[in-house]
């Protein structure tokens, strides 16, 4: 399974951006699929996720309400939409994918596959 991920740059605080992250796969059946971000110094942390079949998302406190995550169940692609943003939002960002269900998001133990990350700069 490879991910791939899209869509990081520079973008002004107050701006939005919008990351993508591509399964390429011929037999993986997703069950979910994530994205984390990694800050400088910082441990890699839960952003957003989202339940392949039925849609159901969960966010990380710190982008509740400025991030948006949605899927492309036919080009087997998530989508991370995110607006007002804030120089703390910097990191990489990093999508991951897990076959299996769990009530668990936050752990990166959760999650089988993981993309190359995507770096997302924020100037003040």
């Known amino acids: 399974v490879q991910l791939q991920a899209f869509g990081g740059g520079l973008v002004q605080a107050g701006g939005s951006l919008r990351l993508s992250c591509a399964a390429s796969?011929?037999?993986?059946?997703?069950?979910?699929m994530a994205w984390f971000r990694q800050a400088p110094g910082k441990e890699r942390v839960f952003v957003a996720g989202i339940n392949w079949y039925t849609g159901t998302t969960n966010y990380a406190d710190s982008v509740r309400g400025r991030a948006t995550i949605s899927r492309d169940t036919a080009k087997n692609t998530v989508y991370l939409q995110m607006n007002s943003l804030k120089p703390e939002d910097a990191a990489v960002y990093y999508c991951?994918?897990?076959?299996?269900?769990?009530?668990?998001?936050?752990?990166?133990?959760?999650?089988?596959?993981w993309g190359q990350g995507t770096q997302v700069t924020v100037s003040s």
């Open positions: 796969t011929r037999t993986f059946s997703t069950n979910a």
């Open positions: 991951a994918a897990r076959a299996t269900y769990s009530r668990r998001w936050e752990p990166e133990a959760e999650w089988n596959y």
